[in-house]
């Protein structure tokens, strides 16, 4: 029984779908039927049936019509057809009149469908958080319960095959994550103990068990969902400056079918029906149905197929600003480069053993928390060091770490840290051919001098310098903007590729930069993780959050990269470059429609069910051109 309910909700929920449509085909077969009385004399039925079919195929579009001009106070295409289909059955055109009706109900089920096929995107993401999860609690087997009665704290058990039903950290357990519903990118990601794992993701090989650490309502998914759909919602200028003309181009049209109905009868000599019929052919082919369809679905499209290719859009206004993009300024640590130092070099003073040299180093840097501390533990490790020797240490700020180890005082950080003059002397200068390579080196010393130094280096990202080869193809200049000194700056700016680079930034440091830039440019784009470059991000014509689906990234930029993956830059500036193409050649070909239908009117040479197929055609030939925007390949 409970599945018979369901099924006929959903056989309900389509019906309600494809409503127009279907209003659309009846009042078609009322319109055929009405004609065949027609032609065999039956006049008063055949009238009756085409009012039918005026009320049911028109219907939709008039309560439209009348609901928004009620509640815009300004008149709108949707009132101008109603207008041109009741004075054609005024003055006798019964049949044109009902044609008008039956292709603008069908074109308004088109564009009714093309905004849904946007929207689907979203609900098929909607659809993807499971209802209900495996709670586990105490020695207990797992219940299953619903998802909304699941609080912070919880603890799920999440099978192979299943959703994440929330946000949260594994603690036991590790498996294959496919993650595709969140960032687009289809390789499933290795996750353990620790990690994090987003909700309406799915969990590929092995069972793991989460501890939930957000609400249901404010989950990463819930996140996007929430974001894509305000970005639905809010329009481009483009299309405001669209819907404003509309309001005065109705009242243009409305005025030239007034002259029309009687200025020709008196000036060209026209007979009062030939006079009133061209009057409602200009109604009909004057409206800007097309016009006000050029911008919105092909918007919408756009930013589903982002979506899909975890690229977040928070409006239209951002998309327009994409496509004509000349600059891109990009922080270095974490977008460019990995953001995690590796240890590259490691030398140590003639005489000392390697092994044990490094061993003193890691047990006095594996006490800290600083980067490139834990950068030289994790070397060590994988140099087989698997035991480091105990050691207090004091941290001193900005310069490096005192440490004792067996009661022998270390000094571990920069060459002024443990002396300048022999850091500089020490391995024959290696120290200055390192930093020119763009490393930063590090010294050990005790009472005998300087035993031993490593160089560490942030690596660029090979996605990243495929990335900016890709945007100068797009013929838009790259520009880091780092805190890092000259030095390094200039080696990662070679190795990655960028037109430019500003060392030593700081925050305020930035803006500044970022004002030359938009001054040179006029349309600069900037890259940041987010926190610190929120300044500079807020500054740019577009700001771009890279940061792994932080929740920071979703609230500080215009567009969001769901993965910390540049060539996503690329694909955003050809998508809203491909749908300033679409809009450009649909408002170029619905104006070429509307001139062309206008002026063979004034010539007598197009009739009313021409025109209204001229019209409504060239409607739908714009709202499906808007639809190939949902093409995942651009």
């Known amino acids: 029984m409970e599945y018979s309910n369901r099924e006929n909700y959903h056989l309900i929920e389509k019906i309600k779908e494809h409503a127009e449509l279907i209003a659309a085909l009846i009042a078609g077969l009322f319109i055929l039927l009405a004609w065949r009385l027609d032609t065999s004399g039956q006049t008063t039925a055949s009238v009756l049936l085409y009012i039918t079919a005026f009320c049911v195929g028109g219907f939709a579009k008039a309560k439209e019509g009348i609901e928004e001009t009620i509640a815009d106070k300004k008149l709108n295409v949707e009132l101008l057809m109603v207008l041109a289909a009741i004075g054609s059955a005024a003055i006798g055109y019964w049949t044109e009149g009902a044609i008008l009706i039956f292709i603008f109900a069908i074109s308004g089920a088109l564009e009714t469908y093309a905004m849904n096929k946007s929207h689907r995107e979203i609900s098929a993401l909607m659809n993807l958080q499971p209802e209900e999860a495996w709670l586990v ?29 929330a946000d949260g950290i594994i603690f036991k357990g590790q498996s294959s994550i496919d993650e595709s519903a969140i960032s687009g990118e289809p390789l499933p990601v290795a996750k353990r103990e620790g ?22 309502s404010e989950t990463l998914f819930q996140k996007i969902i929430t974001l894509v759909q ?49 009057a409602m052919v200009l109604l009909v082919v004057a409206s800007p149905c097309a016009l006000v ?6 918007t919408l499209a756009a930013i589903s197929n982002g979506a899909k290719n975890g690229i977040l859009f928070k409006g239209g206004l951002h998309l327009e600003h994409l496509s004509v993009l000349k600059a891109l300024a990009v922080d270095k640590t974490g977008t460019l480069t990995q953001g995690k130092p590796v240890v590259t070099d490691f030398i140590v003073r003639d005489g000392l053993e390697t092994q044990q040299t490094l061993a003193l180093l890691a047990g006095i840097e594996a006490q800290s928390n600083h980067p490139l501390a834990q950068a030289i533990t994790m070397y060590a490790k994988a140099e087989g060091t698997a035991q480091f020797p105990s050691a207090s240490i004091e941290d001193i700020p900005g310069w490096g770490i005192k440490g004792s180890i067996d009661g022998i005082e270390y000094l571990v950080g920069k060459p002024d840290f443990v002396g300048e003059d022999e850091a500089n002397a020490f391995a024959n200068g290696a120290a200055a051919t390192l930093a020119a390579q763009g ?69 305020e440091t930035k803006v500044t930069e970022m004002k030359r830039l938009l001054g040179q ?114």
């Open 439 to 507: 490393k930063t080196v590090i010294f050990i010393r005790n009472h005998m001098g300087i035993i031993a130094l490593a160089a560490l280096k942030d690596t660029v990202r090979n996605e990243a310098k495929k990335a900016i080869a890709l945007l100068k193809e797009l013929h838009i200049d790259v520009i880091m903007l780092t805190g890092d000194n000259e030095k390094t700056a200039k080696v990662i700016a070679k190795e990655s590729g960028v037109s430019e680079y500003v060392a030593e930034c700081l925050p």
């Open 293 to 298: 369809a050029s911008i919105m679905p092909a």
């Open 195 to 216: 990690d994090e794992v987003f909700a309406g993701t799915v969990n590929l090989n092995g069972a793991i068990t989460m501890e939930m650490t957000k609400p249901n």
């Open 521 to 634: 440019y006029n349309y600069v784009g900037m890259v940041g993780d987010g926190i610190n470059d929120a300044p500079a991000l807020a500054t740019a014509t577009t700001g771009i959050a890279m940061g792994e689906g932080t929740d920071v990234a979703l609230e500080t930029a215009d567009v969001v990269l769901m993965k910390n993956d540049l060539s996503k830059i690329a694909y955003a500036v050809r998508l809203s470059r491909k749908m300033q193409r679409i809009v450009k050649q649909n408002i170029f070909f619905s104006i070429g429609v509307i001139t062309l239908l206008i002026a063979s009117n004034f010539l007598q040479v197009v009739d009313l069910p021409l025109g209204v197929i001229g019209h409504e055609g060239s409607t739908i030939l714009v709202i499906l051109n808007s639809l190939r925007m949902l093409n995942k390949n651009v």
């Open 230 to 278: 305000s970005a639905q919602s809010e329009k481009s200028p483009s299309q405001q400056f669209i819907e404003k003309f509309e309001g005065t181009y109705v009242k243009f049209v409305l005025l030239a079918v007034i002259l029309m109905m009687f200025l020709p009868h008196f000036l060209l000599g026209w007979d009062w029906t030939t006079t009133l019929y061209r």
């Open 137 to 165: 609690r105490g020695g207990f087997e797992p219940m299953k319960v619903a998802v909304s009665t699941l609080k912070i704290g919880d603890h799920l058990l999440i099978k192979p095959g299943e959703r994440v039903p």
